[in-house]
């Protein structure tokens, strides 16, 4: 079956590295995309790779592993601001499949 | 600015009411989506457009309908047969189809309560 995994709550400290896992199993693989959700709010646009390796845009990288069904997202110098859920979604052929999100709690 | 409008942002049903959530869109893309979001789930999609005049069921059709008249416009009635319409809605839009590489725009959300 369809299925995306990912960690349901982490914390971590501010100015620190935090990593968010994203594991999936799809019937077929056209992409990843990473979003960020502050509570309430929309989903905004991360991140989205179709091959391997890792994509670095400023504090925020992404990195996929398409034999492995794995997915990271690297933040670096956390801030307070990067308090929110992130989404991972996987694209297969025929739909847009969904992870539950995972919420990072940031402490000073 | 271009971007997503969804109205209002927080809803009441009563009892056998249909509710519609109004979704706006200025950024010319053709392709728009109905998202419910509940605790603990990844969002599930209820509906799709990807052309004015055409629209496509998802994973949850039951109990919602939507029209699509205009390329900016893309509201979501709630009827009164969905038992269980509390959540979080979230309307969205891309440039490509519903597989493209295109990620898809957000409105704010409508969160929908029983009274």
């Known amino acids: 079956g369809q299925n995306i995994d990912q960690p349901t709550e982490m914390t971590a400290t501010e100015g620190a590295i935090v990593q968010i896992n994203c594991t999936y199993q799809t019937s077929g693989f056209n992409g990843l995309f990473w979003y960020q959700q502050h509570a309430g709010e929309a989903p905004t646009f991360l991140s989205y790779n179709v091959l391997d390796g890792l994509e670095e845009k400023g504090r925020f990288s992404s990195f996929l592993s398409r034999s492995k069904g794995y997915s990271y997202l690297l933040l670096k110098e956390l801030q307070m601001k990067d308090s929110a859920s992130y989404l991972c979604?996987?694209?297969?052929?025929?739909?847009?499949?969904w992870g539950a999100g995972t919420k990072l709690i940031i402490k000073p | 600015d271009g971007g997503i409008t969804q109205s209002p942002k927080y809803l009441f049903r009563k009892e056998g009411q249909n509710v519609t959530l109004s979704c706006e869109q200025n950024?010319?893309?053709?392709?728009m989506y109905w998202y419910r979001q509940d605790p603990g789930q990844g969002l599930r999609l209820i509906y799709y457009s990807q052309i004015v005049n055409d629209f496509q069921k998802g994973d949850i059709a039951e109990g919602y309908s939507v029209s699509r008249e205009k390329k900016e416009s893309f509201p979501l009635t709630v009827t009164s047969a969905q038992k269980n319409p509390t959540a979080f809605y979230l309307c969205?839009?891309?440039?490509?189809?519903?597989?493209?590489?295109?990620?898809?725009?957000f409105g704010d959300g409508t969160r929908l309560s029983i009274l």
């Open positions: 969205a839009s891309s440039t490509g189809g519903y597989v493209s590489n295109q990620p898809q725009h």
């Open positions: 950024l010319n893309h053709d392709a």
């Open positions: 979604a996987v694209r297969d052929n025929y739909q847009l499949i």
